[in-house]
């Protein structure tokens, strides 16, 4: 195992549970106002690393944990720490855990290592509890009357979360902009449809950046070498003779932004199941899909601002295809480390948990980033979710390494390397490319083997 990602990780670790710094935000947010044992250490480790151990636990569970520490408490008073200052002191190490995580980059193929950072943004929801409807208001009907909408920006080259929201459920994700002040000079941006939205796309090129994303329906598109026509897309794709297509386009009626637009046409099968799907949905709404809609799902039309010799046209296809992992990513945050499960109906409880997981959350990242690659000379990459799973069964162990020195911490962090290597990897499947393997093989791929992005 490398001994600077141990070395690295261990100091890491230490910084960001030191008691004097932990302490003194506990302080600082009013958690701690007098002496106690359950000091901000201890509640800090005891539901951050409770919930890696246990991503189900009860009060009880938690009790034991603080009991592992020297620190004995009923499932009553822990309860009662559990208040609006705990809140507050949790959110704030959240925060700091998002600063002080970070993985360094590594290189991973040639087909993105032009650019300094590749992100991929998305949400996700959470149902909670009724109480907190005030705080992070849902959609209401047949939804939730509360829920939280996660909005991640993650950088699929270091592994880090380089920004992480927490928003009202029932906000549009169209109109969320918060993220562009993470945006590096030289990145690529990759977003969903539902993010679609031409002021920040504009914002993201002002600041020397580059996105990629799909074509909205709705918006106007303009061909540079029509001296600023509009054209009918639904016509001019029909009109197309080959498969794949790329123009220089300006979109937008008002902004008339200077993309390259790649149309894509897609396997008569792959446009049928669209079509289904699009008529059920439209079922549910208890509305009817239109000729031009359903005439549309037989093509996939893209629209970025990075030139060709950076991203050309089978790199975008193989680019936008990894936008699944983002899918992966908050699988593993709901899933393995339950963020879907938060206990308890008063919103002290269930924020505390929320931030506890989360904080969890980054550390898996941050443990995992500097791995996912390392074994790329041998075709392997490693899974987020046996590495969560791993990380689990050896979280006691971590714990109990905090509290002793710093190379007995050093031991067991060299201990989870060790398993993760071994036992995390992702396995290798004969019908579909990993994201690593499409990457190493991207100018060897055929338009078929990239349809999956449909």
């Not at 302080?27 to 000091?39: I, P």
């Not at 002002?206 to 598109?221: G, I, N, P």
Request: proline share 3%.
């Amino acid at each position: 195992m490398n001994e600077k990602f141990v070395e690295t990780a261990s100091q890491a670790i230490e910084r960001y549970f030191a008691p004097i710094s932990v302490e003194r935000a506990a302080r600082e947010h009013e958690f701690v106002q007098r002496r106690s044992a359950l000091g901000g250490t201890v509640f800090l480790k005891t539901l951050v690393l409770g919930f890696i151990q246990h991503p189900h636990a009860s009060l009880n569970q938690l009790c034991q944990i603080c009991l592992d520490m020297g620190v004995s408490i009923t499932p009553q008073g822990l309860d009662q720490r559990i208040n609006t200052t705990a809140v507050q002191f949790l959110k704030w190490m959240l925060e700091r855990a998002l600063k002080m995580w970070r993985a360094e980059c590594h290189d991973i193929a040639q087909v993105v290592d032009q650019f300094t950072a590749v992100y991929f943004q998305d949400s996700s929801v959470i149902a909670l509890p009724e109480a907190l409807q005030d705080t992070f208001p849902g959609v209401g009907g047949n939804a939730s009357s509360a829920a939280v909408k996660l909005q991640l920006l993650f950088d699929f080259l270091s592994g880090n979360i380089t920004h992480l929201a927490f928003v009202a459920g029932r906000k549009a994700d169209q109109g969320y902009q918060d993220h562009l002040s993470h945006i590096l000079p030289g990145s690529l941006l990759i977003q969903d449809l539902g993010f679609f939205n031409l002021d920040t796309l504009a914002s993201v090129a002002k600041q020397m950046a580059f996105f990629l994303t799909r074509w909205q329906t709705q918006t106007t598109v303009c061909l540079t070498s029509a001296l600023g026509q509009t054209i009918d897309m639904l016509t001019f794709l029909r009109s197309q003779k080959e498969p794949v297509a790329e123009y220089q386009v300006e979109v937008g009626q008002r902004k008339h932004l200077a993309c390259r637009m790649i149309c894509v046409r897609l396997p008569s099968d792959v446009a049928a199941g669209r079509r289904r799907r699009a008529r059920a949905d439209a079922k549910r709404r208890g509305t009817t899909p239109t000729q031009r809609t359903l005439g549309l799902l037989d093509w996939n039309v893209f629209l970025t601002n990075a030139p060709v010799e950076m991203l050309s046209l089978r790199q975008v296809l193989v680019c936008y295809s990894l936008r699944w992992q983002i899918e992966l990513v908050f699988k593993l945050w709901k899933s393995e480390a339950a963020l879907k499960h938060l206990r308890g109906v008063r919103q002290e409880r269930v924020l505390c948990e929320l931030y506890a997981k989360m904080i969890g959350i980054v550390l898996t990242h941050f443990l995992v980033a500097p791995l996912r690659f390392l074994l790329r000379a041998q075709h392997v990459e490693i899974s987020l979710t046996k590495s969560r799973q791993i990380l689990q069964d050896c979280a006691k162990q971590i714990s109990a390494a905090l509290g002793e020195n710093h190379q007995h911490l050093k031991n067991e962090l060299a201990r989870l390397y060790r398993r993760l290597l071994r036992f995390g990897r992702k396995t290798r499947r004969r019908k579909h490319l990993s994201s690593f393997e499409k990457l190493r093989v991207a100018n060897e791929l055929t338009l078929c083997q990239l349809y999956p992005l449909a």
